[in-house]
């Protein structure tokens, strides 16, 4: 009997052992690619650490020096969140308005789909090559439409006025993923809400104030969080389309932290100003979501409130 046994014990823990093997290639990489240049960061930024010598202790100097030596620090977060004001709520806006599109029942309305969701996967490089022959103040595409009704575009890429404005534009261009997001959520909504809606006599913006808007408001609350992490981390398309001219007007943080790293070689110091953007983010991640409680509609939350309500009365 006990022969029997071990090896059915052997077995059972073989069995809870082999979900860890297969996802143990995961743990691997986010502790060597993630989790350990994080912490290898953190001890950066207390540290003068230049590429070409060895790196010296500082203490805290890097972030002293970070909030009353560097004036281009205040700058850029300055543009960086004058960017996020616009590229938020228009990308969000932008993503709500084609989810609602190919939610639509027409023809050919996955060809459209497919359309819209192809700058989602088009890479950085790509992207601003692109949008730097439409900003072109001389052949590009967009100056010359403007011009078949008689105005006289911008100069949208040495105009420090317009340049942001450019910047924004260009980012918004590929909001195909949180489209997808959106319109998975609409598409879950049942027909019968609508159907009694109609009955009732409510119109098609009567029925999207009433039903659809705080139906994906779960989707609204995630698209905004990951969209304004994004904004707060925009690097490559800066980096390569304006390079964060006409006269630093389009600097980012992310672009400043770049430039400390790669360009002036201040290692340390720029892990001190890429740990402050994450503290940053930090912080209004953890105040979306203590807003959430005012604005976000759950369904099943909502039902246990009713109940609630009902037996009171």
């Known amino acids: 009997m006990e022969q029997t046994i071990k090896p059915h014990k052997r077995g059972k823990k073989m069995q ?22 994080l912490f290898f960061s953190l001890v950066m930024s207390f540290f003068d650490w230049p590429v070409t010598s060895a790196p010296t202790f500082v203490g805290f100097g890097n ?22 004001l616009f590229y938020v709520p228009l990308s969000l806006v932008t993503s709500l308005i084609l989810a609602m599109l190919i939610s639509l029942p027409i023809k050919g309305v996955k060809f459209f789909r497919a359309i819209f969701y192809l700058p989602a996967v088009v890479s950085g490089v790509a992207v601003s090559i692109i949008w730097g022959w439409i900003f072109n103040t001389k052949y590009g595409i967009l100056n010359y439409g403007l011009s078949l009704f008689g105005i006289d575009g911008p100069k949208w890429l ?50 999207f104030i009433s039903i659809t808007l705080p139906l994906i408001t779960p989707t609204i609350f995630f698209n905004l969080i990951t969209s304004t992490i994004a904004a707060l981390q925009q690097l490559t398309l800066v980096l390569l389309l304006t390079a964060g001219g006409p006269l630093k007007s389009t600097y ?53 409130k009713g109940k609630k309500g009902g037996k009171k009365k």
């Open 63 to 84: 972030y002293i020096k970070m909030f009353t030596e560097d004036p281009q620090f205040y700058k850029s977060i300055v543009i960086t969140f004058k960017f996020a």
């Open 16 to 37: 809870k052992w082999i979900p860890y093997m297969f996802i143990s290639p995961w743990i691997v990489g986010i502790l060597l690619f993630t989790i350990g240049p």
């Open 252 to 304: 980012f943080y992310g672009l400043f932290v770049y430039n400390n790293a790669f360009k002036h070689h201040k290692l340390g110091y720029a892990s001190a100003n890429a740990w402050f953007m994450f503290i940053i983010i930090l912080l209004l991640t953890a105040l979306i979501f203590k807003s959430s409680n005012t604005w976000v509609y759950y369904e099943d939350e909502v039902g246990k």
């Open 158 to 207: 040495v105009d420090p006025k317009m340049a942001i404005i450019a910047v924004v534009l260009a980012s918004a261009w590929g909001v195909g993923t949180m489209m997808l997001i959106f319109y998975t959520n609409i598409k879950s909504i049942t027909p019968d809400m609508y159907e009694s809606a109609s009955i009732d006599g409510a119109g098609p913006l009567r029925q």
